[in-house]
């Protein structure tokens, strides 16, 4: 039983990390169609911000909550420099700018190495998160309950602001069509470029909570970045829910994987899980227009 | 067989002038670089004098290493060019039968090195407490099955992969973002399996290929001809298979995939077919890289060197012949002269060349020239219209 | 045509199409025989593109669709095609960056052999010349389709429907956007091409479909409501409800266009003058 819970709490905690890199994926990959492979780079943006006002605030706890709002800043920021320079010109070649944000994270790395040095660094966690706390008579690590909740808090939050404000209902407007949208007065350069803003703040926040659990270095982001796709792509386009349950779901089947075998052959056996699930339902298909395939 | 066509329509039906529009350059297949039979020819003529008789002539064996090294790389470019260039597929883990091809020769050659030393099992695997030498390894200790294998693996793992990704229709984007799965799930397979690979510091120290010293300079010398007749060959069979019926069909998937259905022909058969050939032109690469190189690790096939295979062939421009080849060539040339002078310059560079070229040229260099020649016949037919 | 020399046809029994529990086409039984020129027409969202969808597999068909014995419902699209089947879409779909003969050489070489799949090309075949020839391309063999006008585009698609040696060949909308030269170079293809080919085209052009059709079938709601030679099917009481009595449930304009589709007087929809040139 304990360790059923403690396998559980494993993979949703496994899921609620990989939930919070993909999800601002799930915003600017599902809904805007841009493949933003420096994503990566923005996550492991925001974990050096933790560790940046760490070195000046000092206090672990306060500098943890300070570092929340900052990283959302230094990655949104990141994020609409790359939309206004580059993507916005590249909306009709969603491949391309798969290839060029990897040039921008190859960049954002070397910066990263440059600044900060090519060894990790690490940042020091509250009193509060660095013991065990227990959940149902099974002792669990607290940062790990902080980053679950903190997941919930974020995609509760932007599920909120997709369904409810204005900025969700243009963006949803501007996703299904970009003309129209254009034609009733939505901005879709404004709506583009908040989106992205948005989606890449909360990388940075994805990057503060992984600081709690492992150390950052400047290619903490192409850890996550292979992951975070692969949830965006099981959840299917532009759905916050489902990438919750492919997170979820990813994250708990790697965690069983490795109970019988080990990390690396966890890892094969998901990504062949994915393939397969493709297969049944295949995402990729673009509906065929009937009356012209142009 | 319909013997006849119908009666010619009317006279009147003389069709109308043809609009001009002109086509964005990176759907063009063809750029400086493709040519007719003579143009391959003399390519193909120039490439063999230069790598078969120049470079073993000038270069030091340390320069003819290195350039063996590039040319193995753009082996690689070659495949990355069909699926991508002409197939419109963005292969993002060709790494992955690269490393297949040449984790299946270094295991070849570090069974061989070891028997003639008179050993049951090599060292690396009597260090990590092994002492019966693992089923897998025992597979590949004849010469004749390693090539085999290094031939029917990769092919076999695009095979079955390709069919089951493109009969679903899974396409663009999801493709890339699997394909490059593929390739991170690799390289942490390989690095999570040290007694079988040794891990992240991969198999090295070879001795000998085949029987052959490899610390012999005729001997390399004879092993850097055979990979410029390899790549050779390559170049000779995409040429072909650009201007054959295949060609012709692919290029016709890539730019309507659902009006090919509407032909008769499945899309998702075209494009595996591709996808195994740029594997096996991966692995072929990947099996003379270890040799030539002495060393295979993950560093070398993992996500971040699957991606850089792409820059190459961007650049040259993806869609033609030889671009995917002199581009990759000239990467890695800049790679190992700036990499080793300016480090990080050499980072900020390549990040900058994925932006600019695939950003701003993504015809790469050969739509350069177009371009120029475009415009050229623009103004002149402006010239005219003014007179 | 046939390969035994029997005259081809194409019956669908008791068509049904659903999407998500909408009915597009419903219990619908059609039958063309070679030698037929046969126009599918009716309001829009009656159905006619989502039957022939359905003959193709791009829609999830029900029921049986029968070609020379062979049962297509259930086959995927290629082999349909492979089965004789051939269509063409409103928008002309043609491979842009390929020249014309690439692509009817395309169209030309499904029953290739592997060996010849990796040979080149070398000259233009007598067939593909023929074919040239009967759809006006032959000054243009080696243009770029891309290039090639909206009505040379549509006449490369059908010139592929005849190399691919189809037998059915459903075509939707084939004359939108020509000139009345064009139009009728098309017609005579057509009318030509019955002779040998089983031919079902959808099209909205009545002018075009009094002077080519040998034979109309009127769809609306996803049912057949009348099928017969032109004349019987304008004097059909029940396509004169459905385009006429339909005025009150659409604008005006609508069914004064449905009106005059089926060749009806449009006036008689409401007193207002007749429209003009309401074609597609």
Redesign the interface.
């Known amino acids: 039983m304990e360790i059923l819970i403690s396998q559980l709490f494993a993979g949703l905690s496994l899921g609620s990390v990989l939930l919070l890199a993909a999800v601002g994926l799930s915003l600017t990959f599902g809904q805007m169609g841009v493949i933003n492979m420096a994503h990566g780079e923005f996550i492991m943006a925001g974990a050096y911000t933790a560790f940046t006002v760490q070195q000046i605030l000092g206090s672990a706890g306060w500098s943890l909550l300070a570092s929340i709002p900052v990283a959302f800043l230094v990655g949104g920021a990141l994020g609409l420099i790359l939309e206004i320079a580059l993507l916005r010109h590249m909306y009709h070649r969603p491949l391309d700018t798969l290839l060029v944000t990897f040039g921008v994270s190859l960049i954002l790395q070397q910066l990263a190495r440059d600044i900060f040095g090519a060894p990790s660094v690490d940042v020091r966690l509250p009193e509060l998160l660095s013991g065990p706390v227990t959940i149902m008579g099974t002792p669990v690590p607290a940062a790990r309950v902080f980053i679950l909740v903190l997941t919930v808090l974020v995609v509760a939050g932007l599920s909120l602001v997709m369904n409810k404000s204005s900025l969700g209902r243009r963006t949803r407007a501007v996703v299904q069509s970009r003309d129209l949208a254009e034609a009733s007065g939505i901005s879709s350069r404004r709506t583009d470029a908040l989106t992205f803003f948005v989606g890449s703040g909360l990388a940075g926040v994805a990057g503060v909570a992984i600081t709690l659990i492992g150390s950052t270095s400047p290619t903490l982001g192409t850890t996550y970045i292979v992951d975070a796709f692969l949830v965006v792509v099981a959840g299917g386009i532009g759905q916050i829910r489902g990438a919750v349950i492919a997170a979820a779901g990813l994250g708990l089947l790697q965690v069983f994987f490795e109970f019988g075998t080990t990390a690396s052959i966890a890892k094969v056996i998901v990504l062949v899980i994915v393939v397969a699930f493709l297969q049944i339902r295949p995402q990729g298909i673009v509906a065929t227009r009937t009356r012209g395939l142009a | 067989?319909?013997a006849?066509?119908?009666?010619?329509?009317?006279t009147?039906?003389?069709?109308?002038?043809?609009?001009?529009?002109t086509?964005p350059a990176v759907?063009?297949?063809a750029g400086v670089w493709t040519t007719g039979p003579r143009g391959a020819l003399l390519g193909l003529g120039v490439g063999a004098i230069l790598l078969l008789v120049v470079a073993p002539m000038t270069l030091s064996g340390f320069g003819l290493d290195l350039l063996g090294r590039y040319l193995c790389m753009a082996m690689v470019a070659v495949g990355i060019g069909l699926v991508w260039g002409r197939g419109g597929m963005?292969a993002?883990g060709q790494g992955v039968y690269f490393g297949l091809g040449a984790y299946i020769m270094a295991m070849h050659m570090t069974l061989a090195d070891t028997t003639l030393e008179g050993e049951s099992i090599p060292t690396f695997m009597r260090q990590n407490g092994v002492d019966r030498l693992p089923e897998l390894w025992g597979i590949v200790q004849h010469p004749v099955v390693a090539v085999a294998a290094v031939v029917l693996v990769p092919t076999g793992v695009a095979g079955l992969?390709g069919w089951?990704?493109f009969s679903?229709?899974?396409?663009?984007?999801?493709?890339?973002?699997?394909s490059?799965?593929?390739a991170?799930?690799?390289a942490?397979?390989i690095?999570?399996?040290p007694v079988l690979t040794n891990g992240s510091n991969g198999l090295s120290n070879f001795h000998s290929l085949f029987g052959w010293d490899l610390s012999d300079s005729t001997n390399r010398t004879i092993l850097f001809l055979v990979v410029a007749a390899v790549l050779l060959t390559m170049l000779a069979v995409t040429w072909?298979?650009y201007?054959?019926?295949?060609g012709?069909?692919l290029?016709?998937v890539r730019?309507?995939e659902?009006?090919?259905?509407?032909?008769?022909?499945?899309p998702a058969l075209v494009k595996t077919v591709a996808y195994m050939i740029a594997a096996l032109f991966a692995a072929i690469g990947g099996a003379l890289f270890v040799p030539v190189v002495g060393i295979i690790s993950p560093a070398d096939i993992g996500?971040?060197p699957s991606?850089a295979f792409?820059?190459g062939v961007?650049i040259g421009g993806r869609a033609t012949w030889l671009g995917p080849v002199l581009g990759s060539i000239a990467v890695s040339f800049a790679g190992t002269q700036l990499a080793s002078v300016f480090p990080?310059f050499w980072?900020?560079f390549?990040?900058?060349?994925?932006?600019l070229v695939?950003?701003f040229l993504?015809g790469g260099l050969a739509s350069v020239t177009g371009f120029l020649r475009r415009r050229k016949t623009s103004e002149t037919i402006e010239m005219e219209v003014t007179r | 045509m046939n390969r035994d020399h029997r005259p081809s046809y194409l019956e669908i029994r008791n068509l049904r199409v659903v999407f998500d529990r909408f009915v597009a086409v419903d219990g619908v039984d059609l039958r063309v025989d070679q030698g037929d020129l046969r126009f599918l027409i009716g309001p829009n969202g009656a159905g006619k593109t989502t039957t022939i969808d359905a003959v193709t597999a791009l829609a999830p068909a029900q029921g049986s669709i029968n070609h020379n014995g062979h049962e297509l419902v259930g086959r995927k699209t290629h082999k349909i095609v492979r089965y004789g089947v051939g269509r063409t879409f409103q928008t002309a779909s043609v491979f842009e960056d390929l020249t014309v003969v690439q692509n009817l050489d395309i169209a030309a070489g499904l029953r290739r052999r592997m060996r010849d799949m990796v040979r080149s090309r070398r000259g233009v075949s007598p067939r593909i010349q023929e074919v040239l020839e009967a759809i006006g391309l032959t000054d243009h063999q080696e243009t770029k389709a891309g290039v090639l006008s909206h009505g040379q585009k549509q006449w490369l698609e059908i010139g592929m429907l005849i190399v691919q040696d189809a037998t059915v060949l459903l075509l939707d909308e084939p004359v939108a956007g020509m000139s009345q030269d064009e139009r009728d170079a098309t017609g005579d293809l057509l009318a030509a091409l019955a002779e040998r080919h089983v031919v079902i085209v959808v099209e909205h052009d009545m002018e075009f479909l009094r002077k080519y059709a040998q034979s109309v079938t009127v769809m609306a709601a996803g049912k057949i409501v009348a099928e017969g030679t032109v004349a019987e099917v304008q004097a059909s009481p029940l396509v004169q409800e459905i385009y006429l009595g339909a005025a009150g449930t659409k604008s005006l304009e609508e069914a004064r266009v449905d009106a005059q589709l089926v060749g009806l007087d449009p006036d008689a929809v409401t007193a207002d003058s007749a429209p003009e040139g309401a074609k597609n």
Do not use: C, H, N
């Open positions: 067989m319909s006849a066509a119908p009666s010619t329509p009317s009147s039906t003389t069709p109308t002038p043809a609009g001009t529009r086509l759907t063009e297949g963005l993002m992969l089951a990704i679903r229709r899974v396409k663009g984007a999801y493709f890339a973002i699997l490059q799965a593929l991170a799930a690799f942490v397979l690095i999570g399996q072909q298979l201007r054959s019926r295949f012709e069909l290029v016709a730019d309507q659902e009006r090919v259905r509407f032909l008769g022909y499945d996500v971040v991606i792409l820059i961007a990080s980072v900020y390549q990040g900058l060349l994925f932006i695939i950003g993504p």
